[in-house]
């Protein structure tokens, strides 16, 4: 089974960087859609990238942040750069084991989120 485990989140200052790591292990499924996440205090949850099988991805800002695995598929990351206060939240990984695309993918695996704090 699969069980998204998050680290790398912490507290910059406003232009810094950070990376996210989550442990999923998803080498042994032939379909799969892993996502990056952010809920931050009063508002909705916000989907910031994505990343499928077939390696095809989506980002809420492409330009800062960049999602990807590593070669063995047993970890996924979300490069953040350029950092700003408002991307301050809780940030969470999820997957859905067997979707084809990521944009109706049906997130049932959780983490328990890794808090970024981006100070100006």
């Known amino acids: 089974e699969v069980h998204p485990v998050e680290s790398g989140g912490g507290s910059v200052q406003a232009g810094g960087s950070l990376r996210l790591s989550c442990t999923a292990s998803?080498?042994?499924?032939?379909?799969?859609?892993l996502a990056w996440f952010r809920q931050a205090p009063g508002k909705q949850r916000e989907r910031v990238a994505t990343?499928?099988?077939?390696?095809g991805t989506s980002s809420l800002d492409s330009v800062r942040f960049t999602i990807s695995q590593d070669n063995a598929k047993t970890t996924l990351y979300l490069q953040m750069n350029t950092l700003k206060p408002e991307d301050t939240a809780m940030y969470y990984c999820?997957?859905?084991?067997?979707?084809?695309?990521?944009?109706?993918?049906?997130?049932?695996?959780w983490g328990q989120g890794t808090q970024v704090t981006v100070s100006s």
């Open positions: 990343i499928n099988s077939g390696g």
């Open positions: 998803v080498f042994s499924y032939r379909s799969y859609c």
């Open positions: 999820a997957a859905d084991l067997g979707a084809t695309w990521c944009y109706n993918a049906d997130f049932r695996l």
